[in-house]
């Protein structure tokens, strides 16, 4: 038994009177004036946005070194965050880059961390307790790190 539906093929079709050729002419008219102001319209978005664009560049541009490694290599991920909130001195925050690159795979051109380290440190000293963490793994890497690489050597003999 075959199917049917319960349609017929005029259900499909757009059921508009055809066009004179003076109303296709003049349809014709309104559809090129659109796409030209169409068109006008996105040529002066798209130079819109170039200036805009060009006046971010420029005011990123006129910043310190620092302040621009900083938005260019920090705020991508960090975008949200105040640095200034940290009261990290300079060592503090090299440990954080060299910890951000090693583990998090953040990654700095030669000569890109004293300028960034010299911007989030802004004149701030470690306080004492910061100093005596620091020092003390320092100490604390200096004993292990050669220790679990004398280990490692002894396993591979």
């Known amino acids: 038994m075959p199917a049917r539906a319960e349609m017929d093929s005029s259900e499909y079709q757009a059921g508009q009177r055809r066009l004179s050729p003076a109303e296709r002419a003049r349809e014709g008219e309104r559809l090129q004036r659109e796409r030209v102001l169409e068109a006008t319209r996105t040529r002066e978005r798209e130079a819109a946005e170039a200036r805009e664009r060009a006046a971010v560049a420029a005011a990123l541009a006129a910043r310190p070194l620092g302040e621009r490694l900083v938005q260019t290599r920090c705020r991508p991920c960090h975008g949200g965050t105040d640095f200034d909130a940290y009261a990290y001195g300079w060592l503090r925050w090299w440990a954080v880059l060299l910890r951000m690159e090693w583990l998090n795979g953040a990654r700095f051109e030669a000569g890109e ?36 690489v004398r280990r490692m050597r002894r396993r591979v003999r």
């Open 113 to 148: 961390r004293r300028p960034i380290v010299a911007h989030l440190a802004r004149g701030r000293q470690p306080d004492a307790a910061q100093l005596a963490g620091v020092v003390a793994v320092a100490g604390v890497l200096t004993i292990l790190v050669p220790a679990v």
